[in-house]
Every structure is written in C-alpha cells, then in structure tokens.
C-alpha cells in the first residue's frame, strides 16, 4: 500500500508539473506576442514621427530687430519626476 501511494503521489506530481509547464509556456508565448505588438507599435509612432520631421518648413528670421514680429506668446509647463 505503501508503493501505491508513493506512485499516486507521484502521479500527481507530475501532473501538476506538466500542468505549470503548460501555463509557463502560455505565459511565455503571450510575452512574446505583447513583444511583437509593442515593436509594431513603436515602428509605427517612429514612422509617424519621421513624416513629421519631414514636412516641417524652414523659416528664415532676419538679423534686424524690425525683421521680427511676435504673433503668439505661450507658456508651456512640463512636469519633471
């Protein structure tokens, strides 16, 4: 009786194993698919960013001081951690 309970104990031991090795491998492929998005996420914000870049137009300012006219004024904030 006692080697049957040591091989049902056993049993369930490696029944349990394979069961956390099925949820580490689920996890594990999750990470991988939320790395995938995450790279196509930035891919596309770079992309956005470059067309950006792309189409900002140059402003030539004279060296006098009647050159320069001040339509807008602005205050920005941006909070520092």
Not at 23 to 50: M, P, W, Y
Request: charged letters at 35%; a negative charge.
């Amino acid at each position: 009786s006692k080697a049957a309970s040591r091989r049902a104990a056993s049993r369930k031991a490696k029944a349990r194993l394979e069961a956390q090795e099925q949820k580490l491998t689920a996890k594990q492929q999750d990470l991988v698919e939320l790395e995938e998005e995450l790279e196509d996420a930035l891919i596309n914000i770079q992309e956005q960013h470059d067309a950006m870049a792309a189409s900002t137009e140059v402003l030539e300012v004279g060296l006098e001081k009647t050159d320069i006219r001040v339509a807008e004024a602005k205050l920005v904030w941006v909070p520092v951690a």
